[in-house]
């Protein structure tokens, strides 16, 4: 990232065109670069000790409380079940059941949703005997949600054990989704195209008009708009096909179903895509034919939309349930990072034909983005952790490493082009560089975008059911080159259950993990996963899980911290009565 210098700026009499009101801004703007440098630094420290001392921000929803409690006894029916979270949820088509001792899924009727409380009322007539009730809403961020809760009617129940957010004592909530669950790669992938989509064209926009109007001529220039504005509005679509079978929980080969479509579109999170593909639409229409942009009314507009289009990302993220300050501040952070990572990828269009005029106005231009970037990602980051070690024990910590490692990558190669700039050397090598490690960062913000943070609960205790057989089973699970896992299940069966899992490399040795993340599921009574707390004791990971039924629980198992990136793996368990 070239550095802006006034006085050899001023000192360049072979301009390519004559003092425009772009040149006049900026060159007001690269004398302050100093104080404005110093500015930004007093501004981000303000920032992280505004965030150390404000409350956390929100992200994915979380259950708060559920009546009745899981694992509570009854003596007669409840009159309904209803479920609070920490912010507004919306309803899936079957998304809640019922389901008995026997995994039959019990006739009721459809439940109601108002802000962050849902209620569904039960039927009188519920006979005696245990029952299930598993959940999966979406958040206001888009991102599903689902856990499970158990009650006993003129009988007991075991409660359900899972990760959950509660207010109360033990066992008093049904499980929520695990944090830093992750979401399926189409999704991800669908998202890291957006984000370069309108990074390539915010960044291009504002080179053209801002740094060097000339250049909104050139068919390089010209083609790498239409380009990000048809990818733009293509990645929306998708973003919109792929959201119903990801917050459904089935197939992606359902992306054109009608009912999942319908149902998604009534969500705030769709509704941001609807309006981010009519503001590709507006944009297109007016930088279609890139020199338009420079005429009087479109430099106006075409700021406009870019910014809109930035204010849906962050409606699309882990701000959209938040005020309207933290959804801002993920605007800001967006856009900034759009016009310096679309800008970097113009200048590696243009090559070396950009006039030196040009690059120092850019430079100035970098220069701001970048400690606005460093400002806001400082807050968005401290936001939404709870402690500092859930840098390391969490997937959304350690994938926010992965970010903050590629972001300092970038800025040294930034540091490389500002010292050939004073050097009155070309800086187009650091450039390029800085440029790819610029999408490597996207590629993970989209990736940490996906991934729930770490839950703002505490996990209650588990209980492992009494009158337990001697009966066990074990599944044996390949972790790929790293080695392979078994889990143990003692006993298994429906009486409650003792979880121990070890890893081993290929030869035999133990693996060391920093975290592995357990869900069981049972796909033949669409029961969807269910997370299982697991803590590490002298290498061995430890959990306890009541299985409500019998037959072949499916088992997700992802480990972290044994190679370049998690490896997930799964296998089957039997489970008697």
């Known amino acids: 990232m070239p550095t802006f210098d006034p006085l050899r700026a001023a000192g360049n009499d072979s301009r390519p065109f004559p003092a425009s009101s772009a040149e006049r801004r900026f060159a007001s703007l690269g004398s302050l670069s100093a104080a404005a440098r110093r500015m930004a630094l007093l501004g981000t420290l303000a920032v992280v000790a505004w965030t150390l001392l404000a409350s956390p921000a929100a992200a994915h929803a979380e259950?708060?409380?559920?009546?009745?409690?899981?694992?509570?006894?009854?003596?007669?029916?409840?009159?309904?079940?209803?479920?609070?979270?920490?912010?507004?949820?919306?309803?899936?088509?079957?998304?809640?059941?019922?389901?008995?001792?026997?995994?039959?899924?019990?006739?009721?009727?459809?439940?109601?949703?108002?802000?962050?409380?849902?209620?569904?009322?039960m039927p009188a007539d519920l006979a005696d005997g245990a029952y299930v009730v598993t959940w999966r809403v979406v958040s206001a961020d888009g991102h599903p949600v689902s856990g499970a809760s158990s009650f006993g009617v003129g009988s007991a129940a075991t409660a359900v054990p899972s990760s959950v957010s509660g207010t109360g004592s033990a066992n008093t909530s049904g499980g929520t989704a695990a944090a830093g669950s992750i979401a399926p790669w189409p999704v991800i992938a669908v998202r890291f195209a957006g984000y370069v989509a309108f990074a390539l064209f915010a960044g291009l926009a504002a080179f053209v008009l801002l740094c060097a109007p000339d250049t909104s001529k050139d068919p390089r220039l010209q083609r790498l708009a239409r380009g990000a504005l048809i990818g733009g509005?293509?990645?929306?679509?998708?973003?919109?096909?792929?959201?119903?079978p990801y917050t459904a929980g089935v197939s992606m080969t359902r992306v054109l179903d009608a009912k999942l479509l319908q149902q998604t579109l009534a969500t705030p999170f769709d509704a941001a895509m609807v309006w981010r593909l009519a503001l590709y639409g507006v944009l297109g229409m007016l930088a279609w034919r890139l020199p338009r942009i420079v005429s009087e009314l479109a430099s106006w507009l075409v700021p406009a939309g870019v910014v809109g289009i930035a204010a849906t990302l962050a409606a699309a993220g882990h701000a959209a349930a938040a005020g309207p300050i933290d959804l801002g501040i993920d605007a800001l952070h967006a856009l900034t990072a759009g016009l310096w990572v679309g800008g970097l990828a113009t200048l590696v269009t243009?090559?070396?034909?950009?006039?030196?005029?040009?690059?120092?106005?850019?430079?100035?231009?970098?220069?701001?983005?970048?400690?606005?970037?460093?400002?806001?990602?400082?807050?968005?980051?401290l936001s939404r952790l709870n402690a500092v070690d859930d840098?390391?024990?969490?997937?959304?910590?350690?994938?926010?490493?992965?970010?903050l490692a590629l972001v300092a990558g970038t800025l040294a190669a930034a540091a490389i082009s500002r010292r050939r700039v004073q050097q009155n050397r070309t800086p187009l090598p650091s450039v390029r560089l800085e440029a790819s490690l610029t999408v490597a960062v996207l590629a993970v913000t989209a990736l940490l975008t996906m991934t729930a943070p770490p839950s703002r609960g505490a996990e209650p205790a588990t209980q492992a059911g009494a009158?337990?057989?001697?009966?066990?089973?074990t599944v044996k699970m390949s972790l790929g080159k790293q080695g392979k896992a078994a889990l143990t299940v003692l006993p298994a069966n429906t009486a409650g259950s003792h979880l121990h899992l070890v890893l081993s490399d290929t030869d035999g040795r133990p693996l060391r993990a920093s975290k592995v993340t357990l869900k069981v599921a049972n796909p033949s009574r669409d029961i969807a996963p269910i997370s299982v707390p697991m803590t590490s004791d002298s290498g061995v990971w430890i959990g306890s899980y009541r299985f409500p039924f019998p037959g072949t629980w499916k088992t997700i198992l992802t480990v972290d911290g044994i190679g370049s990136s998690a490896v997930v793996t799964t296998g089957d368990v039997t489970i008697r009565e």
Do not use: C
């Not at 840098?391 to 970010?403: A, E, N, P, S």
């Not at 009158?467 to 089973?473: E, I, S, W």
């Open 391 to 403: 840098l390391w024990q969490t997937g959304f910590g350690v994938t926010l490493l992965v970010k």
């Open 63 to 121: 259950l708060v409380s559920i009546t009745p409690t899981n694992g509570a006894q009854l003596s007669a029916p409840p009159v309904q079940v209803q479920m609070t979270f920490t912010e507004p949820v919306h309803l899936i088509n079957d998304g809640i059941r019922l389901v008995d001792d026997k995994g039959a899924t019990v006739a009721t009727p459809y439940p109601t949703v108002e802000g962050n409380t849902v209620s569904w009322r």
């Open 233 to 244: 509005g293509a990645a929306t679509v998708a973003a919109i096909l792929v959201q119903g």
């Open 467 to 473: 009158g337990q057989a001697a009966t066990n089973d």
């Open 350 to 381: 243009l090559g070396r034909s950009v006039e030196p005029d040009a690059l120092h106005r850019f430079s100035t231009l970098a220069l701001v983005s970048v400690l606005t970037l460093i400002a806001t990602g400082t807050l968005n980051s």
